[in-house]
């Protein structure tokens, strides 16, 4: 079975000090790795992703996800958080050896930046 | 402009009342996905379809229908079945569904009256 989970419903953090939102995730092979990010009232919109190579990968914004594979984690983090990285962000995992081509997502981690 | 149209943005459904939601894509994109948003749920898939006339259950189908006659549309149907339909329903493609990434419309938020 494959699995995500966000275990932080809510972060908060100061605008400029960095930020983390934490993944973990529950795959039966090697895994394909997502987050996405969702403003009010939209649909969501990719940021990066990990398939293979480099475990830290570098997406949109700023921010950047270290694959961890003995951990079985995928942090998002961003070195200067701003007012407008507040937001919805979803952790989303695909098992690269199915034959069904579905993402599966976490429960979601709002964001919060504080001036 | 390239992209996923959802129609309509909100939708009110009686009791007993079939509702249909649009989703459509000029992306040429081979598979589409329906997925239901609840608050502290995440996204939980609905119905996806890889290839025309072709369509696979997900998660929570029961009380949702859906068909893929084109390929650029996907019509999700909320049944009277479906008990508790109030969310906001996402519709999503990729170019097959083995490309990574997803390309989301902006959402449609049912409510029931």
């Known amino acids: 079975a494959q699995s995500v989970a966000q275990p932080e419903d809510q972060v908060n953090v100061a605008e400029g000090n960095p930020l983390t939102v934490k993944c973990t995730y529950s795959?039966?092979?090697?895994?394909?790795l997502f987050w996405y990010v969702q403003y009010p009232n939209r649909g969501l919109q990719f940021l990066l992703k990990?398939?293979?190579?480099?475990?830290l990968v570098k997406g949109s914004y700023g921010f950047e996800a270290e694959f961890n594979k003995s951990q079985t984690s995928f942090h998002l983090k961003k070195p200067s958080a701003l007012v407008s990285d507040s937001a919805l962000y979803f952790c989303?995992?695909?098992?690269?050896?199915?034959?069904?081509?579905?993402?599966?997502f976490g429960r979601g981690t709002q964001l919060t930046v504080w001036p | 402009d390239g992209g996923i149209t959802q129609s309509p943005k909100y939708l009110f459904r009686k009791e007993g009342q079939n509702v249909t939601l649009s989703c459509e894509q000029n992306?040429?994109?081979?598979?589409m996905y329906w997925y239901r948003q609840d608050p502290g749920q995440g996204l939980r898939l609905i119905y996806y379809?890889?290839?025309?006339?072709?369509?696979q259950k997900g998660d929570i189908a029961e009380g949702y229908s859906v068909s893929r006659e084109k390929k650029e549309s996907f019509p999700l149907t909320v049944t009277s079945a479906q008990k508790n339909p109030t969310a906001f329903y996402l519709c999503?493609?990729?170019?097959?569904?083995?490309?990574?990434?997803?390309?989301f419309g902006s959402g449609t938020q049912l409510s029931v009256l």
């Open positions: 992306l040429n994109h081979d598979a």
């Open positions: 999503a493609s990729n170019p097959t569904a083995f490309t990574e990434k997803l390309f």
């Open positions: 379809s890889q290839i025309v006339n072709d369509f």
């Open positions: 989303a995992v695909r098992d690269r050896g199915s034959t069904l081509g579905r993402l599966y």
């Open positions: 795959v039966s092979g090697n895994p394909y």
């Open positions: 990990y398939i293979t190579g480099d475990n």
